[in-house]
């Protein structure tokens, strides 16, 4: 098969849900999400802020600053992140367009955006930890996160904000928030809402989900399970099947309740359609279509990703 899974232009299928951003261009989506900001705060948003976090995203994610190797997944790659900021950074508006400004002043709604866009950064192997890919720190890749983001803004213009950074506990599916919410102030609880349902749902609705999930995410899961195997699934098709049940009992309650309905505000933003529920929707059917008519040919090729060199695994699908 051919390295399909290497890097490829956004004309190959690398669009937000809307169709508009390319989502493999780090100026594309940093200029999407500091127009919406711009729009969502005025005079009260700081452009330069965001576009520095941009900036030093790809270079993190290409592994050119010090110390770190380059993103080595498919599923988890600088287009998930820009993808997931992309979300946030519509949330940050729906809020705002909601409850007011003052539920999440200017300086927490670009938090929010950055530590989205750096929230997978635990998945970034270190110099040090070459022998090891990146999928084998699935289980601690948040705290890594929390790490990283919180050393970033420190040294950032948003100091005073890092204290939001364990906010990024709040994307670990498996977790609930009522502990890491406990006893913090509105703005980073909405954050860490924004955070959540950001992440959650820009993978759900990504057109390419089916394929992402098939031909990458099940690859990553695997490499990264003990004993070399992931054991939750029996193959990527498997895990393909178990989407709309997954959408049904885990995305759906989530949302509603531990991100505490912070998605609902996904139609203020966009005027009334909301196009993340929609593409949700028509991927639950699809997959059902694919599944009960036992029609696996009707999933696309390999996907583009933002990560190159991949692992020979990564390219064993069908």
Do not use: K
């Amino acid at each position: 098969m051919p390295a399909r899974g290497d890097a490829m232009t956004a004309s190959e299928g690398m669009r937000d849900v809307t169709g508009t951003v390319a989502l493999d261009d780090p100026r594309a989506v940093a200029d999407a999400t500091a127009a919406i900001l711009a729009r969502t705060y005025g005079a009260a948003f700081d452009a330069a802020v965001l576009h520095d976090a941009f900036a030093y995203a790809a270079q993190l994610f290409g592994g050119r600053l010090p110390g770190y190797l380059a993103c080595d997944m498919p599923y988890h790659d600088l287009r998930h992140s820009h993808d997931a900021a992309l979300a946030a950074a519509r949330l940050v508006d729906g809020r705002v367009r909601t409850a007011g400004a003052a539920a999440l002043p200017a300086d927490a709604g670009t938090a929010a955006v950055v530590l989205a866009l750096l929230h997978d950064t635990g998945f970034l192997r270190t110099r040090a930890e070459s022998a090891q890919r990146g999928p084998q720190f699935a289980a601690v890749h948040e705290s890594r996160s929390v790490a990283v983001a919180d050393a970033y803004l420190r040294r950032s213009a948003l100091a005073h904000r890092a204290n939001l950074s364990p906010m990024i506990m709040a994307t670990r599916v498996a977790e609930r928030t009522a502990p890491l919410y406990a006893g913090r102030e509105d703005d980073a609880i909405a954050v860490g809402c924004i955070l959540g349902t950001a992440d959650l749902l820009c993978q759900v609705a990504d057109p390419r989900y089916l394929e992402r999930c098939y031909h990458h995410l099940y690859a990553e899961l695997a490499l990264g399970a003990a004993e070399g195997g992931a054991a939750a699934f029996r193959d990527a098709r498997d895990l393909v099947a178990r989407t709309p049940a997954f959408c049904t009992s885990v995305v759906e309650p989530r949302l509603a309740g531990d991100l505490r309905g912070a998605a609902a505000t996904l139609g203020a933003h966009f005027g009334g359609h909301d196009p993340y529920a929609a593409s949700v929707r028509t991927n639950v059917d699809r997959c059902r279509r694919i599944v009960d008519d036992d029609r696996w040919e009707l999933l696309g090729p390999p996907p583009p990703t933002t990560t190159t060199g991949l692992h020979p695994a990564y390219r064993a699908g069908a």
